[in-house]
């Protein structure tokens, strides 16, 4: 068993601590080392890239050009981020951080334990559930999902629905179909009011006339590609006993059935809850991304003083604002450990924070065009399935709420839901909603789970097998599988 320090100094703690490694985690990384300052970054992948730039060094694809140029550019930042000196330690779940900058996490079975006086929580967004009836079924993924199977493996599914709407949604299917693989249709759930609503944004939008042309690119894309696409498609429900054999929805005034054993579906991202939560972060509702998101300044720093928050989690913000996020939040960082002077960290921080005036100014536009139906986020029929892992339905949870259940942990000490290995990461959103809607109450009077570490199922055996880990540190046998990226 590796020997354990039983007393750790100031001089054992590293100066930052990232958790992720997609474009918030690595920039922050590459800015903070850059300063002298010692980091530490942790990721429970086994490459850096994050979401967006997953395996973009390694793609297994034949021709990783069809995963398009935005994926492509990846490969700069995680080339920087190899070459920087931050020490990284890839396949490492954290399922712990303190405010006092305690880091626990698992690693090759072993548990380990490291604290810093800066923590940067980078980790990224989720899917935004999607419950309807059947979503639970076996052949029914999310379409990010499918995503990570095609970067991770090279893995497509034949004749898919992609049901839903975003951009991430279309760019996937675009995906797809420059690999040549068919797509069984597009059931585009995009409210055709939502065309008229977003039009009150548009001078925003316009500010980012590139991102415009990328997202009416890939429709054009798909429109030529001849697959059929239903618009303004609601009421959806997946058909199928044992596994999904289709989807049933309205579009146009009638009522679809499309066959497919696989049906994608996506209807946008929101920030990962896990951290912020049991940090305890201050939080609060936006009713633009229908999420909730914690209370940040402008360098991403929180209500506690050593954690600051960058990207996705910190609110959704797409990749590159993400990459800006992440250089102001390590600059931030660096002039409160004193690295650099305040003045220093404005000089240094102007242009990002230019370029994130614009970003932020279009933002609405994509969040109200893309806003998912009530419908498809606040279930109305008994039998649909909320809690996934507790396979708990509405109309459980109705009655719950019947029997007093007023806010998500009374709901979930009567019903159990959230209680599963997700910790509540896809019903919360869900839940919150509908406590809501129950009550007459705006989402912000409700709240959400109280979450607790770890935030994952650890064996006891990881638990006794216990490693501190100094910033002083040459690497332990344990962790020699370090590589960069
Ligand atoms: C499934 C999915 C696919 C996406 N694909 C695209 C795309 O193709 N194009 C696009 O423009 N946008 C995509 N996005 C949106 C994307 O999240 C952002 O644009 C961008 O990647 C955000 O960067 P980030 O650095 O904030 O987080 P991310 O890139 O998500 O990076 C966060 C990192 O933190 C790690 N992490 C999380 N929790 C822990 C933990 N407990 N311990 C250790 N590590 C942890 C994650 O594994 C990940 O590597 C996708 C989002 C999702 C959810």
């Not at 990721?43 to 034949?62: H, M, T």
């Not at 709901?411 to 839940?431: E, F, I």
């Amino acid at each position: 068993m590796p020997e354990v320090k039983p007393e750790m100094t100031a001089s054992d703690r590293y100066d930052i601590a990232i958790i992720g490694a997609g474009p918030a985690g690595m920039a922050a990384a590459v800015i903070a080392s850059a300063r002298g300052a010692s980091v530490i970054l942790l990721d429970d992948k086994p490459r850096s890239g994050g979401q967006i730039y997953r395996n973009v060094d390694a793609s297994p694809l034949d021709k990783p050009q069809v995963l398009g140029p935005d994926y492509l550019r990846g490969a700069e930042l995680t080339a920087a981020f190899a070459a920087c000196s931050a020490r990284y330690l890839p396949a490492t779940q954290v399922w712990h951080l303190g405010d006092n900058g305690e880091i626990l996490c698992s690693r090759n079975g072993a548990t380990l334990r490291l604290t810093a006086r800066q923590i940067l929580v980078a980790t990224g967004a989720m899917e935004r559930p999607f419950p309807i009836p059947g979503w639970q079924l076996p052949g029914v993924m999310s379409a990010g999902s499918a995503q990570v199977m095609l970067k991770s493996d090279g893995l497509v599914h034949d004749n898919p629905v992609f049901a839903g709407t975003g951009p991430l949604l279309y760019l996937i299917v675009a995906q797809y179909l420059r690999l040549g693989v068919p797509v069984a249709a597009v059931v585009d759930t995009t409210p055709l009011a939502n065309y008229f609503s977003a039009m009150r944004y548009a001078l925003g939008a316009v500010r980012e006339p590139a991102m415009l042309l990328k997202g009416v690119g890939l429709l054009n894309e798909i429109r030529k590609a001849g697959v059929p696409v239903y618009r303004g498609a609601q009421g959806l429900e997946v058909i199928g006993n044992q596994s999904a054999s289709g989807l049933r929805f309205q579009s146009g005034g009638q009522q679809h059935e499309i066959v497919a054993e696989q049906v994608f579906l996506h209807q946008g991202v929101i920030p990962n809850l896990n951290f912020t939560r049991a940090l305890g972060l201050e939080q609060h509702w936006n009713p633009g991304q229908l999420c909730w998101q914690p209370a940040l300044d402008q360098w991403g720093q929180s209500s506690v003083a050593v954690i600051s928050v960058a990207g996705d989690a910190s609110g959704i913000v797409g990749a590159d604002a993400a990459e800006r996020n992440g250089r102001l939040s390590a600059l931030n960082m660096l002039a409160r450990l004193e690295k650099i002077s305040l003045a220093e960290r404005d000089q240094q921080a102007s242009a990002d924070l230019q370029a994130l005036a614009s970003l932020n100014a279009f933002r609405p536009f994509v969040d109200q065009l893309y806003r998912p139906l009530d419908s498809h986020r606040i279930p109305d029929n008994p039998d649909t399935v909320v809690c996934r892992c507790e396979e708990k339905t509405l109309g459980q949870l109705r009655a719950g709420f019947e029997m007093g259940a007023r806010e998500p942990n009374q709901l979930k000490s009567l019903t159990r839901c959230g209680m599963g290995p997700c910790q509540g990461r896809m019903c919360g959103h869900t839940v919150s909603e509908l406590l809501a809607k129950w009550r007459d109450e705006p989402v912000e009077n409700v709240g959400y789970y109280r979450l607790r570490s770890p935030m994952r199922l650890l064996r006891l055996a990881e638990m006794s097998n216990f490693t501190e880990l100094s910033a002083r540190d040459a690497l332990v046998d344990t962790l020699a599988t370090e590589v960069k990226p």
